[in-house]
Nanobody
Framework: QVQLVESGGGLVQPGGSLRLSCAASGFTFSIYTMSWYRQPPGKERELVAR????????NYADSVKGRFIISRDNAKNTVYLQMNSLKPEDTAVYYC????????WGQGTQVTVSS
C-alpha cells in the first residue's frame, strides 16, 4: 500500500524556518520524481519545488527561489523541504507528491506563518 506521510508543519513567525519531511512507503521511492505542492486558503494548489529522479535536478517556484531547498534521502525513502525566511504568504497546506507516470499524494501538513 502506497503511503506518503508529511510532518514538520506548524506555526512560525515571519522570518523563521521550518523543515518538512515526507516519508514514503509502498513503492520504489528512488525512481520517482518527488515534489512539494501547497494550497493557500481559498486558492488552488501550486507547485513549490521538485526533485527529479534520476539525476536529482531541482526546480522551484519563483516565489520560493533562494528561500526553500528540496532534498531527498533515498536510503530513508524521505523527501524534505527546508523553508527559510518564511513569509505570511507561505501559509498553506503543504503536500508531498510522487510521480512516475502515475502519481501519489500525501495527506498534507499545515504551515502557518504569523506573528
Amino acid at each position: 500500500q502506497v503511503q506518503l506521510v508529511e510532518s514538520g508543519g506548524g506555526l512560525v513567525q515571519p522570518g523563521g524556518s521550518l523543515r518538512l519531511s515526507c516519508a514514503a512507503s509502498g513503492f520504489t521511492f528512488s525512481i520517482y520524481t518527488m515534489s512539494w505542492y501547497r494550497q493557500p486558503p481559498g486558492k488552488e494548489r501550486e507547485l513549490v519545488a521538485r526533485i527529479h529522479s534520476p539525476g536529482g535536478s531541482t526546480n522551484y517556484a519563483d516565489s520560493v527561489k533562494g528561500r526553500f531547498i528540496i532534498s531527498r534521502d533515498n536510503a530513508k525513502n524521505t523527501v524534505y523541504l527546508q523553508m527559510n525566511s518564511l513569509k505570511p504568504e507561505d501559509t498553506a497546506v503543504y503536500y508531498c507528491y510522487a510521480e512516475r507516470g502515475i502519481g501519489y499524494w500525501g495527506q498534507g501538513t499545515q504551515v502557518t506563518v504569523s506573528s
